[in-house]
């Protein structure tokens, strides 16, 4: 659609005494409104501004000067062992073992933590981190999704 159709649109608008027009189609999508009871713009187009609902702005006072007292660099985030997958989280091996790790276990690169179920196959899951376990943030038995955070590492 170029300005010539718009043109015409409008004028099909003011001849017919419209005031809203709406089409759609797959590659566009054009609105038109006149507000009735509203001035003309510039030339009389027969078309109105529209009112906006917004407040209006109010002026904030002027900030004080004030020395900002200096501020530590925020604290990374503690590091989290992730799903690698989708499945069924297990903390154990089987339900009357004890759970892989505990909060306050140390972990290495190669400890797993847990199992995680999917399509059948239990795939164990490595910490491929060294620290020691500050949360458990799933449940035994739960979904997980790719990349869920499943426990929180404090690195040593």
Aim: glycine residues 4%; hydrophobic residues 40%; contains cysteine.
């Amino acid at each position: 659609m170029d300005l010539k159709d718009i043109k015409a649109i409008i004028d099909l608008m003011r001849k017919n005494n419209l005031s809203e027009f709406e089409l759609e189609r797959q590659e566009f999508k054009i609105k038109l409104k006149r507000a009735a009871g509203a001035a003309p713009v510039a030339e009389d187009t027969g078309y109105y501004p529209v009112p906006s609902t917004a407040p209006a702005p109010v002026p904030l006072p002027a900030p004080a000067a004030v020395a900002a007292p200096p501020t530590a660099p925020p604290e990374p985030a503690a590091p989290e062992i992730e799903s690698p997958m989708i499945g069924t989280f297990y903390r154990a091996p089987s339900p009357e073992s004890q759970p892989y790790v505990e909060v306050g276990s140390e972990v290495n690169p190669d400890t797993i933590v847990c199992l995680i179920e999917a399509m059948k196959v239990m795939n164990e899951i490595k910490a491929d981190i060294k620290g020691v376990v500050t949360h458990i943030l799933v449940e035994n038995a739960k979904p997980v999704e790719f990349g869920q955070p499943l426990f929180r590492i404090r690195p040593t």
